[in-house]
């Protein structure tokens, strides 16, 4: 009796976890509609796992300068009020977080939290340090919080133009926020900023397959429902953490 051949194994599946701009901006909708999350928590959200990675990226027992000195951008879009929120809890957890952010929103929870900003004593500069005063002012390192994957406004326009020309040649540690500033949502850009960290929200963007530093993704609040939906296969977070790194 001649037995039949074992059939081959099932591949595994394949773990999607890359989205691409209009997903995002779908699973942002259904988050702020279908389940009811409001605009504010999410931003408070996302901002609070971005100052707890940069935390693990960059202890405070391993920064180099005397003060543990953080410039933060933000841009006008949501992406800069995450950059407020993540300047606010790093100054409780021991940071000194300068915030540069030329361009405010009108948007009254944008306001709400550069008030919280202002009131916590976070410093605002009215304009950007020179690449050479970025050293030389003792910053330890830049969190890029300028051009997120919801903003449609070019990089080269004014000051984003200028302020990405100048964080490009800084030779200090930066961490973005998403994506980094200059870069396509779905396709990494050699114009973009170059970041040492990414912290990616919710779901890593297309663009991130051609990050090569280290990456976190803080996005553990996700319904299943929407993971499943979206065919997400994101990985686990380890313990009660909020982020993991990818």
Same mark, same amino acid.
């Given at each position: 009796?001649?037995?039949?051949?074992?059939?081959?194994? $099932?591949?595994?599946?394949?773990?999607?976890?890359?989205?691409?701009?209009?997903?995002?901006?779908? &699973?942002?909708?259904?988050?702020?509609?279908?389940?009811?999350?409001?605009?504010?928590?999410?931003?408070? $959200?996302?901002?609070?796992?971005?100052?707890?990675?940069?935390?693990?990226?960059?202890?405070?027992?391993?920064?180099?300068?005397?003060?543990? $000195?953080?410039?933060?951008?933000?841009?006008?879009?949501?992406?800069?009020?995450?950059?407020?929120?993540?300047?606010? /809890?790093? /100054? &409780?957890? =021991?940071?000194?977080?300068?915030?540069?952010?030329?361009?405010?929103?009108? /948007?009254? @929870? /944008?306001?709400?939290? $550069?008030?919280?900003?202002?009131?916590?004593?976070?410093?605002?500069?009215?304009?950007?340090?020179?690449?050479?005063?970025?050293?030389? !002012?003792?910053?330890?390192?830049? &969190?890029?919080?300028? @051009? =997120?994957?919801?903003?449609?406004?070019?990089?080269?326009?004014?000051?984003?133009?200028?302020?990405?020309?100048?964080?490009?040649?800084?030779? &200090?540690?930066?961490?973005?926020? !998403?994506?980094?500033?200059?870069?396509?949502?779905?396709?990494?850009?050699?114009? =973009?900023?170059?970041?040492?960290?990414?912290?990616? @929200?919710?779901?890593?963007?297309?663009?991130?397959?051609?990050?090569?530093?280290?990456?976190?993704?803080?996005?553990?609040?996700?319904?299943?429902?929407?993971?499943?939906?979206?065919?997400?296969?994101?990985?686990?977070?380890?313990?009660?953490?909020?982020?993991?790194?990818?």
């Amino acid at each position: 009796i001649n037995n039949p051949s074992p059939p081959p194994p $099932t591949p595994p599946p394949v773990q999607r976890t890359l989205i691409l701009k209009l997903e995002a901006a779908a &699973i942002e909708t259904e988050l702020l509609t279908d389940y009811c999350f409001g605009r504010q928590q999410l931003v408070e $959200t996302w901002g609070h796992a971005c100052a707890i990675a940069i935390a693990r990226a960059f202890p405070l027992s391993s920064l180099s300068k005397k003060q543990p $000195t953080v410039l933060v951008v933000c841009g006008p879009e949501q992406n800069g009020a995450v950059g407020l929120v993540c300047a606010r /809890h790093l /100054h &409780i957890f =021991g940071y000194e977080p300068t915030i540069f952010y030329p361009k405010r929103s009108s /948007h009254p @929870l /944008h306001q709400d939290f $550069t008030v919280q900003c202002e009131k916590m004593d976070i410093p605002f500069l009215s304009y950007l340090p020179t690449e050479v005063q970025l050293i030389n !002012d003792a910053y330890n390192l830049v &969190i890029d919080a300028i @051009l =997120g994957p919801e903003t449609d406004l070019s990089p080269e326009k004014e000051p984003y133009g200028s302020i990405l020309l100048t964080l490009k040649q800084v030779k &200090i540690p930066m961490a973005s926020v !998403d994506i980094p500033s200059g870069w396509d949502v779905e396709e990494a850009n050699a114009d =973009g900023l170059r970041p040492e960290v990414l912290i990616s @929200l919710t779901a890593p963007k297309k663009c991130a397959a051609a990050f090569t530093g280290r990456h976190f993704l803080a996005g553990r609040f996700l319904p299943y429902d929407i993971q499943k939906k979206y065919e997400l296969n994101l990985p686990q977070y380890p313990g009660t953490d909020c982020l993991t790194q990818l």
